[in-house]
């Protein structure tokens, strides 16, 4: 099947979905406009089985004409919170704003995959459900869905793919790394308890401001000495917040941080070892430091197979020179590790910077997908399900 073919057959609807998304972007959790949109044109194209994950949350099945495997495919639906500075005609009307992560590209390009797959339903052995995920950017959302039941009792998937535009690479380039693909991203809270009083007479107190600029020293100090060198990890400190005036030594400090592996033994260790070394330094210089760890996002990890099935459909999309082969893992944080953890998945990068500019990166209010990428995304997710559902 000449799959630029049957995705360019809907990629102009694409576009105007992309367009309507991009001018009406919600917040995570408040998908609610959002998600009537995808219900509303599911319906429309002949989805079969379209119905709610939660409260925002959409899913839906194309049911093949013969008996097969149940594949996946996902696309993130929320927008961040930063105003759109971007000129483009259909900009965000949100005030304070907008999909500055692609999402809308990744909501629209999944149901152009749908659309595609509705009109070749003949050809399908089994079925391809679609996760339409809010919340990707709070770390909600995949577990929303996970707990609704969608993975493991309703239709449950064998496998399940998804794609993340890329500016860094052009338009008509796909990005793949086999194993590790997106780091691990937890974030953590530190409090220094000193004793407060004047700053004239330091000895008669415990400077919590001093104490806690030991405390973020021996931290880093965690990832050079305790972590292996071929391992890459990242414990950063994000905010600190104490005292009141210049005279008064504080009574304590509170600070707030990220962490960032890319292994799940090296996340386990930190988890450990940033409480003990932020403990013990205080203790060392008569403060107190207690930490509490939250868990993010684990860390997404390609399957092998599915690396491999997606190498195959993407030399047919776009061809072996068009394939960027990324050396590292990505050091941000994705929720679709969730569904990896439970089934064998895979995540690529879809091109999207335009050549011969510079390119805004993710999270920027400047950021733009340049859309003659779209073609590309729809044909790589159609040609993966019609790769595992034949």
């Known amino acids: 099947m000449d799959l630029l073919k049957l995705a360019s057959s809907v990629v102009g609807d694409v576009t105007a979905w992309r367009h309507h998304l991009h001018a009406h972007p919600e917040l995570s959790g408040q998908e609610v406009e959002t998600s009537a949109f995808v219900e509303r044109t599911l319906r429309e194209m002949g989805a079969d089985e379209v119905r709610r994950a939660g409260k925002t949350g959409v899913v839906a099945l194309v049911r093949g004409a013969r008996p097969g495997p149940v594949f996946a495919l996902r696309a993130d639906m929320d927008a961040l919170p930063v105003p759109e500075l971007a000129d483009v005609e259909f900009k965000s009307r949100n005030e304070n704003v907008m999909h500055a992560c692609g999402h809308d590209v990744h909501t629209a390009v999944l149901l152009g995959a749908a659309k595609a797959l509705c009109d070749v339903r003949g050809q399908i052995h089994g079925a391809v459900k679609f996760f339409f995920q809010p919340a990707e950017e709070t770390g909600r959302g995949a577990r929303e869905m996970i707990a609704a039941g969608e993975l493991d009792e309703k239709d449950p998937p ?3 793919a998804a794609l993340h535009v890329f500016p ?5 380039t796909l990005g793949v790394r086999r194993g590790a693909f997106n780091a691990s991203s937890d974030s953590f809270s530190l ?7 004047h700053g004239a007479y330091p000895e008669l107190c415990i400077d919590p401001i001093a ?8 931290l880093q100090q965690l990832v050079s000495r305790e972590v292996a060198p071929q391992d890459s990890a990242v414990v950063t400190i994000g905010t600190i917040h104490g005292g009141v005036r210049s005279n008064i030594i504080a009574p ?20 450990e070892a940033i409480p003990r070394v932020a403990r013990l330094t205080a203790e060392a210089l008569r403060a107190c430091a207690g930490v509490e760890i939250r868990e993010g996002t684990p860390v997404l990890v390609n399957d092998d197979g599915m690396f491999d099935r997606l190498v195959s459909v993407a030399e047919r999309v776009v061809g072996k020179d068009r394939i960027v082969a990324f050396e590292n893992c990505s050091m941000g944080g994705e929720d679709f590790a ?4 439970r089934v064998p998945g895979v995540m690529f990068r879809l091109g999207v910077g335009f050549k011969d ?4 990166p993710l999270h920027s209010s400047c950021f733009k997908a340049d859309e003659s990428a779209f073609v590309c995304g729809v044909a790589a997710l ?8 034949r």
Do not use: W, Y
């Open 158 to 160: 064998a496998c399940i």
């Open 168 to 172: 860094g690479i052009p338009a008509g």
């Open 191 to 197: 409090d220094v308890i000193g004793r407060q009083g």
């Open 211 to 218: 104490v806690g600029a030991q405390v973020i020293t021996a």
């Open 252 to 271: 304590d400090v509170k600070m707030t941080g990220t962490i960032r592996t890319v292994r799940s033994r090296v996340r386990e260790h930190l988890f």
């Open 338 to 341: 969730f569904f990896t953890e």
């Open 357 to 360: 500019k510079d390119n805004a």
């Open 382 to 389: 159609t040609g993966l399900a019609l790769d595992v559902c």
